[in-house]
């Protein structure tokens, strides 16, 4: 009587949950579900952690170095309007280096075609001494 008495809601709790009595029934697989499970919990928290970490790295960062930028750009602004005619000197810079960059190419160009005249006349001497080498009838 006492025995069905606390043995009566288990059954009927294990009948109506088949997935708990089947652990119950097979622990060693049950328990290597639960630790595989309980990993993959651990992991998730980890990286759900590291990632609001970075995010509030992130964010305070921005925060912090925005006062800097500003202070930056407003400088910035303020010499542009202070000097007269910054553009000609970056105009004048770029010029020379567009002619220098022209000297460079004339003379490898040069070079090059001193190379080819060479290679001419060293094509002509192999033909000349291959002339030479054929014993003609």
Do not use: C, Y
Request: charged share 15%; proline share 5%.
């Amino acid at each position: 009587m006492i025995q069905t008495l606390f043995s009566n809601p288990f059954q009927n709790w294990f009948a109506q949950h088949p997935r708990v009595d089947w652990a119950i029934s097979h622990p060693v697989i049950s328990v290597v579900v639960l630790l595989v499970l309980l990993s993959l919990l651990v992991f998730l928290f980890q990286t759900l952690s590291r990632s609001i970490a970075q995010l509030n790295v992130a964010f305070w960062s921005t925060i912090f170095s925005l006062p800097l930028k500003l202070g930056r750009f407003l400088s910035n602004g303020l010499k542009f309007k202070g000097t007269q005619n910054p553009l000609p000197v970056a105009e004048k810079s770029s010029d020379l280096v567009l002619s220098d960059r022209s000297l460079e190419l004339s003379e490898i160009l040069q070079k090059l075609e001193t190379i080819n005249r060479e290679q001419t006349q060293l094509l002509e001497q192999i033909l000349e001494t291959l002339n030479s080498q054929i014993p003609t009838k």
